[in-house]
């Protein structure tokens, strides 16, 4: 065989594979980037719509207000608070300082957070007041607060609203979400679905 010949078919040989090559690229690219994006959105939409939008929920009046998946702060007394948040619910950043329970400024941060606690809650002994209240998450974006760190916010909440200790004790327990599975994480209550409520009850 002429060495000629041998380089000729070695070159078609590599035209086809490239070929090949390019087909299955494009085939990929078609079914990876286009039809599975479109048909995992489209079922999502389908069967999950409520998810798939973030989770967002509405006022009475239709106003998106927030996603419960993410906290938000709440600067009027009269409401339930949740969590701290050193990034200030900024979904896009995520996460916490991290700070040694010794750093200066983790714990002017969370006297300064009991000051507060105490100044708005007088009727409530500091030794109730439960430690979630003043850290972080590990996001620092948790929607939910334990039902005992809703339930000590109950008399404050009814000096301002003029709502019964025992109503809001009521709203509370409505709102208290069980642990996952049954067994899986902690009773939860949702800040802003609670708030939702609270602010429904006040005809606001």
């Keep these: 065989m002429s060495t000629i010949t041998q380089e000729g078919r070695e070159g078609r040989s590599g035209g086809a594979v490239f070929w090949i090559a390019l087909r299955i690229s494009l085939l990929f690219i078609i079914l990876c980037g286009i039809v599975y994006p479109l048909v995992s959105t489209g079922l999502a939409q389908l069967l999950f719509p409520h998810q798939a939008n973030g989770s967002l929920l ?9 996603s419960e998946l993410i906290g938000q702060s709440f600067t009027d007394p009269s409401y339930f608070q ?8 900024k979904a896009e950043a995520s996460g916490s300082n991290n700070y040694a329970p010794s750093n ?29 209240l003043v850290t972080n998450s590990g996001s620092g974006l948790d929607p939910h607060i334990t039902p005992q760190s809703a339930l000590v916010q109950v008399p404050r909440i009814s000096k301002l609203t003029g709502v019964s200790v ?3 004790k009521s709203l509370v327990g409505k709102y208290t979400e069980n642990r996952d ?7 939860r209550v949702n800040v802003l679905k609670l708030n939702l409520a609270l602010k ?5």
């Design 200 to 204: 429904e009850k006040l005809g606001k």
């Design 166 to 168: 025992a109503e809001l």
């Design 104 to 132: 200066p400024d983790m714990l002017a941060r969370t006297q300064a957070s009991i000051t507060q606690w105490q100044k708005d809650n007088p009727d409530v002994p500091i030794n109730q007041l439960p430690i979630a």
């Design 58 to 66: 509405k006022d009475k009046a239709g106003k998106v207000v927030g």
């Design 181 to 187: 599975l049954g067994v899986f994480g902690d009773k």
């Design 82 to 89: 949740g969590r701290v948040s050193s990034i200030d619910y």
